[in-house]
């Protein structure tokens, strides 16, 4: 099969993507032009068998590793949408959530709400109320403001909300400043350092509304590095221990977070997930035996690695613009609007042309139709010398924070989300039409 494939075209970046002969790119086994006329531009697809094997090796290894004492939550961020609810809920993930947009979403669909995990660092009285009346399975508190609100709303119903503290552990991920979110000083999540988690632990034991289940932690996005979630453990460990001791707290739940970084450049390294995850695994047991603590059940929250390389954006040039002696650009027909991530924050993209292959390429800038100079989808891709207004443009592993940071900025619609399947293709997400752009107006 493997050496079929490698004679009819040639693999770019992931095992789903893949140069015909004829020049023509293909997607999870189907021709990317193709579906660009089909469906029309800008374009999200999504590999839905990769979405699934994606899922299928966190559950698979947790399952190896813990047991049934364990569970990954797929963090909906990273793409929130209903179908991508119910594939999770088919492959066994539990769901972490950020908002009751993400709560309601999930819920429509019968996700059921024991496996939804609810975040933030904001969280409102509303939000509080709403996922209290829709009996999310866990809060997961950032901060003392939350807890003591989250303890008087829960009393007041005659409730016992189960909850994990999010704490601070301190942990540099070694990774863009942007995504890290371990360190003392960050917003999210209460400090180990200062002796603020121990009190924030003690205080939540207090509180009548509360069971208090375990700790969280999320020490960043995109890691790479080996010893980030060992060190990590060996610090929540340390805490865990701590809290067993002085307050005669046991964690029964501890929630590494997520952040296994993915491939966007030929030129990144890739990760053994299980690999990882099983050298995780045996830290955990061997510190929590060290320390006489018992295993906790545990989780993580993978959203980049389950949807990132199951995304690809297909655009429609524009136009090309040649600047001689300067810059040369290639104009799409999206842009912020429906990535952000370059003027976010630099973020890197494979791009490729979807319709052929070149004798000459030159270096150009992919840019957005926003009107904005910083609207750059990606800077310096080599695409073909001949690139022209009508050509397709792919831009690879999109799944993550592309369509979840979408906007209507300049009043443009969103583009669909279709799911490819080895079948077909269906429709998860429909294009927003002139008429929902005003649907909100008075
Ligand atoms: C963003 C985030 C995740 C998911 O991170 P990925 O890098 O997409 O895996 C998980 N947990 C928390 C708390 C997050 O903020």
Do not use: W
Request: one cysteine or more; aromatic letters at 10%; a negative charge.
């Amino acid at each position: 099969m493997d050496a079929e494939r490698e004679a009819q075209g040639q693999v770019i970046l992931t095992d789903n993507i893949e140069r015909k002969a004829d020049g023509r790119l293909f997607f999870a086994g189907h021709s990317v032009p193709d579906l660009a006329e089909q469906y029309g531009t800008p374009l999200y697809l999504m590999d839905e068998q990769r979405l699934r094997a994606n899922c299928r090796m966190y559950t698979r290894t947790f399952r190896e590793c813990f047991g049934g004492r364990a569970l990954p939550l797929y963090a909906g961020k990273a793409a929130s949408f209903r179908q991508i609810y119910r594939i999770a809920d088919e492959e066994g993930m539990g769901v972490d959530a950020v908002s009751p947009g993400e709560i309601h979403t999930a819920l429509s669909v019968g996700f059921p709400a024991e496996k939804i995990f609810f975040h933030g660092d904001g969280k409102t009285d509303a939000d509080i109320r709403f996922a209290l009346d829709h009996q999310v399975g866990y809060f997961i508190v950032d901060n003392p403001d939350e807890l003591e609100q989250l303890a008087l709303e829960a009393a007041s119903r005659g409730l016992r909300q189960k909850v994990l503290l999010r704490v601070t552990p301190g942990i540099d991920p070694h990774t863009y400043k942007a995504i890290n979110t371990g360190t003392v000083d960050v917003k999210f999540g209460v400090p180990l350092e200062t002796g603020q988690a121990f009190a924030f632990v003690r205080r939540a034991l207090e509180l009548p509304g509360l069971e208090v289940r375990g700790l969280h932690c999320h020490v960043g996005s995109e890691v790479f590095d080996e010893s980030v979630f060992e060190d990590t453990i060996d610090v929540m460990t340390a805490f865990m221990a701590e809290v067993q001791q002085k307050l005669g707290f046991v964690t029964d739940m501890l929630n590494v977070g997520g952040g296994y970084g993915v491939r966007y450049l030929e030129t990144d390294r890739s990760i053994d997930i299980p690999a990882r995850i099983r050298q995780v695994a045996g830290h955990l047991k061997e510190r929590t035996e060290s320390l006489g603590l018992p295993l906790p059940y545990f989780m993580m929250e993978p959203g980049r690695s389950i949807v990132a390389d199951a995304g690809m954006t297909v655009y429609t040039v524009s136009s090309v613009k040649r600047i001689p002696g300067y810059k040369y650009y290639v104009v799409i027909d999206g842009g912020m609007s429906d990535n952000p991530r370059y003027p976010l924050y630099q973020a890197p993209y494979t791009v490729l042309h979807a319709d052929r292959e070149a004798p000459f390429y030159a270096v150009y800038d992919l840019a957005g139709r926003c009107c904005e100079s910083g609207d750059i989808i990606q800077p310096m891709v080599r695409l073909p010398a001949d690139t022209k207004r009508g050509d397709h443009i792919a831009v690879c592993t999109t799944g993550a924070y592309n369509y979840s940071m979408a906007s209507n900025y300049n009043r443009l619609g969103r583009p669909p989300v279709v799911m490819l399947t080895p079948e077909g293709s269906y429709v998860a997400v429909r294009r927003e039409t002139l008429d929902d752009l005003i649907a909100l107006d008075c």
